[in-house]
């Protein structure tokens, strides 16, 4: 008999800061902890923006020092690289700073460092060694400069592997920021094709958590410590969703086309930390994998294929879920008007809105996607299963290639 899940949990970063100034109070923070040797986790792009100085400055007497090689979409080798680091300069305080990437490496050097053995033994089975973390690490501090991944609130790194094409995660509740410092000011000199693409990848998350299974569809593990991160949604992981959604409607054009404007810098600093919230318990859905498979393969930027992807995917799942897109396009749409005869439809055309007022490449061939290669990509979707779970619509291979050939 089916089992059905009576129970959620709802996790997330121990502590946030959020607001102009949050990052003015990192010394503070330091001191309570009593940090003397701090490491920065960075990347060249934050360092030439001038955000490291203006961080470290404030540290006065303490050792800082700072490694700035991470890049886009880390590999395994650039992982182990900054836990060598790390261990040579063994830190008391670690600071990821910068998108995605920088804060992923910084939080599983900080939890690796305090380990046994090499960093593919904690990497998820069949690709690693599956070993669960077993304690917190060294003190972490996030500390966001774009506004959309979501890494801040969550407690998956996600490792490339270019020798199998392939992306892999660590996961551990232990991998969850010990403070998560969100200060809308850092991002305003990110440029507008960043801004953009990263503010379309906090919709996605808030969209996909919004209409990924509910927590009570699925079946109850019969050990709960196998819950699985991502839970299904639930009436709280709602509320941070539709916010989200509402956010990013109302500020990410005028973040992208006036990226100094603070007030839609907040808001969509505050968009992208709820959608995260969101997600790291709800789950997501087909777009993401598809995005995941597709960066895999080209090394397309997460933000902008998530963008391509997004209203292609909620047209194939509006049967399964019309309800859900109706509350969506509520949040989304841009003028008083009432409910289309077709909410569902409304959505996809605002999302699509949005993405072509902001830039945003019309298709995956834009991208550099090849067309002869998304048979492929469909088939590395389908090896995606942790995200294609909670899809309110079953996605077979040939739905994934049909859904790619319409994005092209
Ligand atoms: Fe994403």
Redesign the pocket.
Known sequence: MFDQETVWEFNMTDRVKFGSGASRELSAEAKQIGAETVLFVTDEGVVGAGIVDYLADRFGSKQVIVYDDVEPDPNIGLFEDALEFAAQVDPDLIIGVGGGSCIDVAKTTSVVIEHEGELIDYVAPPTGGGEPIRRSGVPMVAIPTTA???SETSPVSVISLPSKNLKVGISSQFQYPDLAVIDPELTVTLPSGPTAASGM?AL??AIEAYTTRGFGSKARPEDPAMRPDYGGRTTVTDAFALKAIELVSGNLRQAVNVGEDLDARRNMSLASFLAGVAFTNAG?GAT?AL?LSAAGEYGTG??VT?ATLLPEVMRFNAGAAADRYADVYERLASTEESLPADPAEGAIREVTALADDIGIPEGLSDLGVESEYLTSLAEGTMQLERLLVGNPRRLSVEDAKAILTDAY
Do not use: E, M, S
């Open positions: 959309g991944t979501g990848d996605c998350h997501l993401h995005a997460h933000g998530i």
